[in-house]
């Protein structure tokens, strides 16, 4: 479909297009930037137009290459006709093919993007010969884009089933190509009363430079970035969980720097209205970390009963991950006593209903560390009951009972700070034990869910303790097969910033710092990743003195 679109806006274009033409010669390169004011074919891909004399039966060789946007070529003859055309023919997403002119005369090379929206610079080269077959021609990073968005402006969009897909978490999401200037900084907020909004920030190849998860209060996502040029970013639109989550979203982007907040405990507020919605999304995916889901229907349980259940890695999870899973009831009239324990985990109750104003949360109401909600409802309901666990350890699972009883019951007030430290001692999320590196060593680490969630970003982190002398200047270096490494120093007289946090610097996606400690004292060096829920094994070392970084960029597939 698109090659005949093309081929109709060449033969459109070609009355009008002669003065745009922007000569080239065999053997010469020019670089040149598709910007916003270039003329567009009809699917909204912008283009520049070149024009070179042919000799029939030469061979010529054309290439298109930029990181800024997937290149795509086309040759046509002087009055518009199509002539030969490529995608992919380079490495990396780049366009490259082989002309033979069948006569004389004047020829046009249009520089093109592939997906509606895309600008940025790229590089023309025009040679004799035959063009070299690339050892890879397969496309990675770069992908269908949604749209433009400026710094200053608002839009809003829905994320539906037909929009592309992470396979690696199962959610959908959407690049919007984002104009930016060097030096200047901007804050992206993606909000949604839909699912749970999660923002990356890329260069054009699919390089994630930021992302984020609730910084922008609840559930939404913000971020802040100041980039150090002008080649376009692109802002991805995506969700946090669970997978297959679709909705309305709104994206703006505004001048300056926001404050980021503080991840809370981000519970959606259309999730009681959607229970079924969840319930089936769960039932037919696998959540990350968990296996197949539970059955769409909720289980009822009437006042006077006890039920016995198991809160498992199959059940929901709620952005905070923790799990939980649903109940329903009618109430009496009068009051009713509910009460959650449990031996494994730290409990926590959720009652939600249509005609309540306010979800109603108890974590240590009940007996020791039970969790308990005793009230008059205001009608028979029905009201929906949620098994669920304090955010601290995460993921926590195990066997509880749930009990609904006829009359009042007291409720303590008070916080059992106890029973966050019963649950973390248990094998139901609890983190490892302490780690600890000293220069000159290397060790051997697994970065897994029972680690520290960095809320920030929804990414797992294990720290080791360093003993560090004041003006030592040192180099850690991270290295994984499993995950994007990530890592950064925190202790006496940090106050955090670039110089002690790095991504690539290793070489092949691993992370290297060179830092100097400012004081003397314990210092932690945190494992992290770049991507969000990634675990797996890692090297890590520490040596003394400072090593060169590597330039070479991170290309490993998410």
């Known amino acids: 479909m698109r090659s005949v679109l093309l081929l109709t806006a060449l033969a459109i274009a070609a009355p009008v297009a002669l003065s745009s033409q922007i000569p080239v010669r065999v053997g010469q390169s020019i670089t040149g930037r598709l910007a916003q004011t270039d003329q567009k074919f009809s699917d909204g891909s912008r283009y520049k137009m070149y024009a070179f004399v042919g000799n ?22 002087a009055s518009g006709n199509s002539l030969a055309r490529n995608d992919d023919g380079g490495e990396n997403c780049n366009a490259r093919l082989t002309f033979v002119p069948p006569a004389t005369g004047n020829y046009r090379i249009y520089a093109n993007s592939s997906s509606q929206a895309e600008i940025g610079e790229f590089k023309l080269m025009v040679a004799r010969g035959k063009a070299r077959v690339p050892a890879d021609s397969v496309c990675r990073g770069f992908g269908p884009v949604a749209g433009m968005i400026e710094v200053g402006q608002t839009i809003t969009g829905n994320l539906t089933a037909d929009d592309p897909e992470f396979h690696s978490d199962s959610t959908y999401f959407e690049r919007w190509v984002l104009p930016v200037k060097p030096n200047q900084a901007f804050t992206a907020d993606l909000q949604s009363d839909d699912f749970d909004a999660y923002l990356w920030l890329t260069r054009g190849h699919g390089d994630k430079i930021v992302a984020n998860d609730d910084g922008g209060g609840g559930c939404n996502a913000r971020l802040v970035y100041t980039p150090q040029d002008d080649h376009p970013l692109r802002l991805i639109v995506n969700t946090a969980r ?15 720097e926001s404050t980021i907040e503080t991840k809370g405990n981000c519970r959606l ?70 009460d959650l324990a449990s031996d494994d985990f730290d409990p926590v109750l959720i009652v939600r209903g249509d005609d309540l104003d306010n979800s109603i949360i108890n974590d240590d109401g009940g ?66 034990g302490e780690h600890s590196i000293q220069v000159g060593q290397t060790q051997q680490g697994q970065l897994t869910r029972n680690d520290v969630l960095l809320t920030s970003d929804s990414t797992y982190a294990q720290p080791w303790t360093i003993q560090g002398r004041a003006g030592q200047t040192i180099t850690i270096d991270l290295e994984s097969d499993a995950f994007d490494s990530y890592l950064f120093l925190r202790g006496p007289g940090i106050s955090g910033g670039r110089d002690f946090q790095d991504d690539d610097s290793g070489g092949n996606c691993h ?48």
């Open 56 to 77: 029939k039966g030469d061979t010529v060789a054309v290439d298109l290459t930029s990181d800024d946007f997937d290149a795509n070529l086309l040759i046509a003859d």
């Open 269 to 338: 507020r259309n999730v009681a209205s959607n229970t079924q919605t969840l319930q089936q999304a769960t039932s037919t995916t696998t959540q990350p970390g968990g296996g197949g889901g539970q059955s769409a229907s909720l289980q009822a349980i009437r006042v006077g009963e006890t039920v016995n259940g198991t809160l498992s890695s199959s059940d929901s999870l709620y952005p905070d991950n923790t799990y939980f899973k649903f109940y329903q009831f009618t109430a009496p009239t009068g009051p009713v006593t509910i």
């Open 242 to 256: 669970p997978p297959h989550s679709t909705g309305r979203f709104t994206l703006r982007v505004t001048e300056g």
């Open 367 to 432: 007996p020791g560390c039970a969790a308990r909600v005793s009230r008059t409802f205001p009608s028979r309901g029905p009201y929906r009951i949620l098994v669920n666990t304090t955010s601290t350890p995460q993921r926590q699972t195990g066997r509880f009972s749930l009990s609904i009883t006829q009359g009042s019951s007291p409720m303590r007030d008070d916080d059992n700070s106890n029973c966050g430290q019963r649950a973390g001692a248990g094998g139901a999320g609890a983190a490892g």
């Open 511 to 558: 992370a290297r710092l060179t830092a100097t400690f400012p004081q003397s004292g314990e210092y932690e060096i945190v494992v992290n990743t770049a991507d969000h829920y990634a675990t797996g094994a890692f090297t890590l070392s520490v040596t003394s003195g400072s090593k060169p970084k590597s330039v070479a960029r991170c290309t490993r597939s998410n």
